[in-house]
Every structure is written in C-alpha cells, then in structure tokens.
C-alpha cells in the first residue's frame, strides 16, 4: 500500500482529501501548517523568497515519513512549486491545481473560476496562464473573487464559509448564463459539489482532476470492499 504525505494550508482540508481518497488503498500522512496563509499579507508577508524556503522546510518534514509521494493541498505552497523543485525531489509532488489547469485549459467556452483568498489569485493566475503558455492553450477565464470570505474559514467559521461560497455561486450563475463554473480552492469543493447536486449546474473542482491524476500517475488500486461492494 502506498503512503502520501499531505501538506495543508488548513487543517478542514484534511478530511476533503480523506474522504475523496476513501475508497483507494493509500495510506494518508497529514501536515498541516498554515504559515503562508497568515504572512501572506500586510507588513509581515513573506518574500516569494522566503515562501520558496518555508516550502522546502515542509517538504523536508513530509519526507520524514518515508512516502512514496507528496500531495499539496494549499494552492500558496502550490504556487512555490516550481520546475527546479520538483526536478531536485526524489518523490513525486502533486499540487491541488496543476490537474485543475489540465482540465480548465482545454475548454473552448468562458469560464469563470471563483477564488475566495486574494492572495492565492496572482500566484495562481500566474502558473495557469504559464500552464497554458506551455501547451499553446487559450482558455477565456474571467476571476471572481468573494471578499472577506477567506477570513471565516481561517476563523473556523465553517458554515458561514460555505454559505458564502454556495451564495456567490448562486449570483454568478443567474449572471453569467453563458459561462461555466469553477472554484479554484480545495475548500470550496464541497460546497461546488452540493450545489451542482441542487441545481443541476456543473461547477468545476480541482479535487476531482487530483484524485484522477494521482490513481493513474500512482497507480492506484481500490480498496477490496469497494471492488465487492
């Protein structure tokens, strides 16, 4: 059975990970730490420098236990993955949106993708439109962003956080027929998920492309009641 250390930024993102993998045979290491969340702004924000180091500092405590892959769940750690970091790693580095972009850049409608932390907007936006650069992608992605959200999942407010995600979904979706939906946090896949049950209207999550791409990079098998069941 395989083992994956999990680094999150926040520590609800532990059983959103735990329950997608629920019924693949792995065995899940979590940290968490959410140093870059609370520096990311204001007089004492880290340097993308110093991000970049605080990075390497947590792939260094993940490997103490002996994994055969790591997965980043926090899209500020995500976006201090670079080429050369995962060139110098002996073990392969999932991030939660790199599966994301694979998907959302090979839609031809317009998108709008919904980010409930500023400051994860620039980093991300930055390797997307890298992602898309790279394989000659041209996706029509407009962002939105629901102010002050962020500051109730970090009060661990989490049912007034999500009521503000499934509220802004519900704006932009009766604005915004002619495009689709997605959210670019792990956070806010539940919520995506719920009101695609609710509504009908697809809403686009990079918790599901991670799983995806981590059973078939991975090699990933089912659990044996979950074959029999």
């Known amino acids: 059975m395989k083992r994956i250390a999990c680094l999150h ?17 792995i065995d899940m290491v979590h940290y968490v730490d959410p140093g870059l969340l609370l520096n990311s702004e204001g007089k004492n924000a880290l340097s993308y420098k110093q991000s970049q180091a605080k990075l390497q500092e947590q792939l260094n405590w993940m490997q103490t236990s002996a994994p055969d892959a790591m997965v980043i769940t926090c899209t500020q750690y995500a976006a201090c993955v670079t080429d050369e970091v995962e060139a110098a790693s002996a073990l392969p580095i999932f991030t939660i949106d790199q599966p994301f ?12 993708l919904l980010f409930s932390n500023p400051a994860t907007v620039d980093p991300t936006m930055n390797r997307l439109r890298d992602y898309a650069q790279l394989h000659g992608l041209h996706p029509q992605i407009e962002v939105s962003i629901i102010e002050g959200a962020f500051t109730l999942l970090l009060d661990n407010k989490q049912d ?41 209207i697809a809403v686009s999550h990079p918790l599901r492309s991670l799983v995806s791409q981590m059973t078939e990079k991975l090699g990933l098998t089912q659990k044996e009641h979950s074959l029999t069941s």
């Open 9 to 25: 930024g926040h520590f609800s993102n532990i059983s959103l990970l735990a329950d997608a993998f629920a019924s693949v045979a």
């Open 101 to 112: 972009f694979h998907e959302i850049c090979h839609r031809a409608e317009p998108q709008i």
């Open 160 to 200: 007034a956080y999500r009521e503000a995600v499934k509220n802004e979904l519900q704006k932009l979706a009766a604005a915004h027929h002619h495009a689709s939906l997605a959210v670019a946090q792990l956070s806010m896949a539940p919520v995506a998920q719920q009101f695609t049950a609710e509504t009908g």
